[in-house]
């Protein structure tokens, strides 16, 4: 096993090395004994280093079988991220990765190809088969309020007879009533057994009962994955729970990652307390913290701690960084002051040096996140979109940094014979673009830098420059250097219909998730009327004050800032430079060399060894360049 250089030339790669540049909680979570371990990490901890490492370091001790271990991720995107990062550890073999339902669809194939059924239909268009059911309901909409209370009760396991019911316990409404509901919510099932068709909670379903059944389906689940990862364990419904109990043997070899304080997903069916107390799972568990964040400033997670603290929560969060801008707090008359307030913080935030994809606007609803982009436009600000933005350079990255004919193989095939993706996803156009470049190139050298010089030439790469507004859900696991968090008030959050101090305390969650994207810099706005009428502060906001603050000159630490700004600058400006040049030797996108987050974080943090680098990038990144952007940082230091 080794890690590879920019050249043909390799070193071993060692435990230890795997282990290059984490902190002591970090190293305790990837170093802990094999069994049930379950990490609480925070945002901004670092939880997807720590989860690939641990796969990475048990490999390389002897500890685990790679062939046989498994990651389990929530999203597409995690399970790529997740390939690319143990891709450079060139491993001898590789896990498997993906998504509950990608995951539980290649074991629901397996099982019925092994017992010679043919494979069923796979519902790509849910919504027409809801509306057929629905009959003249659908004719007055509600077709996505049937879908979501349907895959509630799969979530939770329920029968279209017991699912009104539990709703109604639950506080969840039931779109057309209870008796109608029944009816529909039976009418598709039926719907589908006649079409000999699934759709995706099937996938999941369809193994958990069969792992009832057979005994030995579940033996051969459990031979051929001993070793279980879990990203993002605090979302796990009841019966993605089940699922991986059905994959655990009675001495479980399983790694839990996540954060109860993120937990986002309850109206959907997620319930956060499966992962603070894994019932049904036997066995003492080691915990392992990690409360240091490395994203955000003091500042940015004060604020952020405080919010959870208004409804009675605790978080154990601490930023490792140095005092940064105060959380600014915009109180606005209405809705269309508040677009204009937007748009005139988004062009001070870019006025600083900063690029446009370096800033976010964020909303609780789309609605709001819609108007917001029209405002923006409209002002001749850029807003990110999917094509050929954020999205496609990120598949970009992530395909030119794998190493051979096979490593390019499956990780198109993963994409493109999953299911999971639709045609127009970035991942699925790169994905193909892999897969018809490895089809006119079946000699000669053939690895990630060759596709992306093939594909420099073959298709527009660049990366669109914008600003990304999203909603709170859509942001989850990502960053921003500088965020504006809008409507942060009430109606919104909490949102009106968040019924019961359950959902009360998610919304609560939901605007933690929200205000610990910003990494550097974070405004928060709110209105006293929106769409005529009265509204106001979030009661989530720990502090608002109406008066009129008085000057003062500001403190030395934000003096020293400001003294700082030309060099960190001209600091980020030589890195770019120096990044961009290596990209172009090489014919990849220069995010594929050194995302310009970790531009950022270079400058800001200033690291003094390579070890600090590969801490704050990777130890492959550290390894191949460390010396020389340590050059590069020294010199502009003294300069």
Same mark, same amino acid.
């Given at each position: ?44 901890s ?12 048990r ?34 073999g590789r ?17 019925l190809?092994?017992k ?14 809801v ?53 529909v ?11 000999g ?53 009675t001495q ?20 956060k ?16 913290s ?16 405080a919010?959870?603290?208004?409804d ?24 269309q ?15 600083r ?56 193989s ?34 000669g050298t ?28 859509a ?9 504006i ?8 959050l909490?949102? !009106?219909?968040? %019924?019961? #101090?359950? =959902?009360? *305390? ?6 933690? $998730?929200?205000?610990? +994207? ?8 709110w209105?006293?009327s ?45 890195? !770019?430079?120096? %990044?961009? #040049?290596? =990209?172009? *030797? ?6 594929? $060399?050194?995302?310009? +987050?970790s ?20 130890a ?13 940082l020294?010199?502009?230091?003294t300069?």
């Amino acid at each position: 096993m080794h890690i590879r250089d920019s050249d043909t030339t390799t070193r071993a790669a060692t435990p230890d090395s795997v282990l290059a540049g984490l902190d002591p909680d970090q190293r305790a979570a990837v170093t802990a004994p094999v069994g049930i371990v379950v990490v609480r990490a925070g945002a901004g901890s670092g939880k997807t280093t720590v989860l690939t490492r641990r796969i990475a370091w048990r490999a390389l001790s002897g500890s685990a079988d790679i062939e046989r271990s498994l990651a389990i991720t929530f999203t597409r995107q995690a399970a790529t991220e997740m390939r690319t990062r143990l891709s450079q550890f060139a491993l001898d073999g590789r896990p498997t990765i993906g998504t509950f339902h990608a995951v539980a669809r290649r074991m629901m194939l397996q099982q019925l190809e092994d017992k010679g059924r043919r494979s069923p239909v796979i519902i790509n268009n849910r919504s027409s088969v809801v509306s057929q059911c629905m009959g003249d309901d659908a004719r007055s909409g509600g077709v996505t309020d049937v879908l979501n209370a349907i895959d509630w009760a799969h979530a939770r396991m329920l029968t279209p007879g017991t699912a009104a019911t539990a709703m109604t316990s639950a506080g969840v409404a039931v779109p057309l009533g209870a008796t109608r509901f029944s009816e529909v919510f039976d009418a598709y099932e039926r719907a589908k057994k006649k079409r000999g068709a699934v759709d995706l909670n099937d996938f999941l379903t369809s193994v958990v009962q069969d792992g009832v059944k057979d005994p030995r389906f579940v033996e051969s689940l459990r031979f051929q994955f001993r070793h279980i990862s879990v990203d993002e364990a605090q979302d796990m419904n009841p019966l993605q729970y089940e699922f991986l109990k059905t994959l655990l043997s009675t001495q479980p070899d399983v790694f839990l990652v996540g954060d109860s304080n993120q937990a986002i997903y309850g109206f959907n069916g997620a319930d956060k307390s499966l992962f603070d107390s894994l019932p049904g799972i036997e066995g003492a568990a080691t915990v392992v913290s990690l409360p240091s964040n490395y994203r955000c400033t003091p500042e940015i997670v004060t604020m952020a701690v405080a919010t959870l603290a208004q409804d009675g929560q605790t978080a154990d969060a601490v930023s490792t960084r140095v005092s940064g801008q105060p959380v600014l707090l915009k109180r606005c008359a209405n809705e269309q002051v508040e677009a204009a307030t937007v748009a005139k913080e988004v062009l001070r935030g870019f006025g600083r040096g900063r690029s446009w994809s370096d800033l976010a606007v964020l909303t609780r609803i789309n609605t709001t996140a819609d108007q917001l982009r029209e405002t923006l436009s409209a002002a001749g600000i850029p807003v990110r979109t999917a094509r050929r933005g954020g999205a496609w350079g990120r598949a970009v990255a992530a395909a030119t940094e794998l190493t051979g004919r096979e490593g390019l193989s499956v990780w198109s095939s993963d994409i493109l014979d999953s299911g999971e993706y639709e045609k127009d996803d970035a991942d699925f156009l790169v994905a193909q673009r892999v897969r018809q470049f490895l089809d006119e190139n079946r000699v000669g050298t053939v690895d990630g830098r060759a596709f992306g010089t093939w594909l420099a030439t073959s298709a527009d790469v660049s990366e669109t420059d914008g600003v990304d507004v999203l909603t709170f859900h859509a942001a989850k696991g990502r960053e921003w250097s500088f965020v504006i968090v809008a409507g942060m008030e009430k109606g919104f959050l909490p949102h !009106r219909s968040a %019924r019961g #101090a359950t =959902a009360r *305390s998610e919304e609560a969650r939901l605007a933690y $998730v929200a205000l610990t +994207r910003a990494a550097d810099e974070l405004v928060v706005t709110w209105t006293d009327s929106r769409n005529g009428r009265s509204s106001g502060p979030s009661p989530f906001l720990p502090s608002v004050t109406t008066d009129t603050p008085q000057p003062s000159a500001p403190p030395e630490e934000l003096r020293r800032f400001n003294r700082s700004l030309p060099q960190r600058n001209r600091l980020e400006n030589e890195l !770019r430079e120096w %990044r961009d #040049a290596h =990209a172009h *030797s090489r014919r990849v996108d220069p995010e594929a $060399v050194l995302p310009d +987050r970790s531009v950022k974080r270079l400058v800001r943090v200033q690291p003094s060894t390579v070890d600090e680098i590969a801490k704050i990038v990777d130890a492959v990144f550290a390894h191949r360049y460390g010396e020389e952007v340590l050059t590069i940082l020294r010199n502009g230091s003294t300069a």
